[in-house]
């Protein structure tokens, strides 16, 4: 079973940093695509960045990319989101989740993973 769980959310002034972590406390997330998404308050669930188990090839939703950087440590079995010029409209619970069965980028980016964590509060202050 695998299960997901976040860390590193916070408070943080627009223009910082902030690194998320996801570890997987049931299987290793080794040979599984991983990703991150969010949901801002009032808004939908959206894509934020993923990675793949070959090659560690990545993907980003246009409005992170430049600024956010998806990473993996497949020794530790975790995964990282490093999110730099943070603006407040980065304010979501951002969320990790495994994709097991080997989806397009397509069918990632519109939300088709397999296991989820319960989330991990960003919140990026004006």
């Known amino acids: 079973q695998v299960q997901l769980v976040e860390s590193g959310g916070g408070l943080v002034q627009a223009g910082g940093s902030l690194r998320l972590s996801c570890a997987d406390s049931?299987?290793?997330?080794?040979?599984?695509?991983m990703g991150w998404f969010r949901q801002a308050p009032g808004k939908e669930r959206e894509f934020v960045a993923a990675i793949s188990w070959t090659w560690n090839n990545t993907y980003y939703a246009d409005s992170v990319k430049g600024r956010f950087t998806i990473s993996r440590d497949n020794a530790k079995n975790t995964v990282s989101l490093v999110m730099n010029s943070l603006k407040p409209e980065d304010t979501a619970v951002y969320y990790c989740?495994?994709?097991?069965?080997?989806?397009?980028?397509?069918?990632?980016?519109?939300?088709?993973?397999?296991?989820w964590g319960k989330g991990a509060l960003v919140t990026v202050s004006s």
């Open positions: 049931g299987r290793t997330v080794s040979g599984y695509a």
């Open positions: 989740a495994a994709d097991v069965h080997g989806r397009s980028w397509g069918a990632i980016a519109n939300g088709g993973m397999d296991y």
